[in-house]
């Protein structure tokens, strides 16, 4: 286990002992450090991933158990000259990013993994829920910057190999929060 996933594991458990929750960090903080794993808020115990963790393009984001390594970490990189808004690259392979699928704005669209590229469809607004915020932890919307469309786990599911898809906003279920890798 890298020296850095120690390190923030054993600060988390001195935390939780102390009955203090670790906030995960803001949105414009992710941006400057990394990597992230990525929790929904209908399974909070897995993480977002690739499935069969290929880094293939095409591949399907879902959710997954936690691995602890790159295959479910994830980067935020800011895009120029706007606020709130990133693309967001797997630890496995920067140079593969969250994408919608065929540049759709249908509901229900797969979420997966591509070259990335900057285009619309690899875009991401991350908006705060302010009426959710349990444990110290915030949650957040995540708007495709093409379809306006949020981001969020097929059919409510709770199970692992559930698909990250888009559909309407403002659930105040389909929600994500972020902690450090």
């Known amino acids: 286990m890298a020296i850095r996933k120690r390190i923030a594991l054993a600060t988390a ?18 941006a400057t ?11 909070m115990t897995l ?16 959710q997954g ?17 706007v606020s709130n808004t990133y693309r967001f690259s797997l630890g496995a392979n920067r140079n593969k990013c969250m994408n919608v699928q065929s540049n ?15 285009a619309t469809n690899e875009q991401f607004r991350v908006e705060l829920n302010p009426s959710k915020h349990t444990n110290n932890v915030d949650w957040y919307w995540i708007v495709s910057v093409r379809s306006g469309k949020c ?12 698909d990250l898809v888009q559909t309407y906003c403002y659930d105040p279920n389909d929600v994500f929060t972020w902690q450090a890798a």
């Open 151 to 162: 981001l969020k786990i097929a059919g409510d599911s709770n199970a692992s190999g559930a």
């Open 104 to 118: 759709s704005t249908a509901d229900n669209a797969k979420i997966i993994l591509w070259t990335c590229s900057w």
């Open 33 to 43: 450090s990394g990597p992230w794993e990525f929790s929904s808020s209908r399974a």
């Open 65 to 81: 158990a936690c691995q602890g390594d790159n295959i479910d970490d994830w980067y935020f990189e800011p895009v120029s000259g």
């Open 13 to 30: 458990a001195l935390a939780l002992g102390s009955g203090l929750a670790v906030p995960p960090a803001t949105a414009a903080t992710a």
């Open 47 to 62: 993480c977002l991933d690739t499935h069969g963790w290929s880094t293939a393009n095409s591949a399907q984001i879902e």
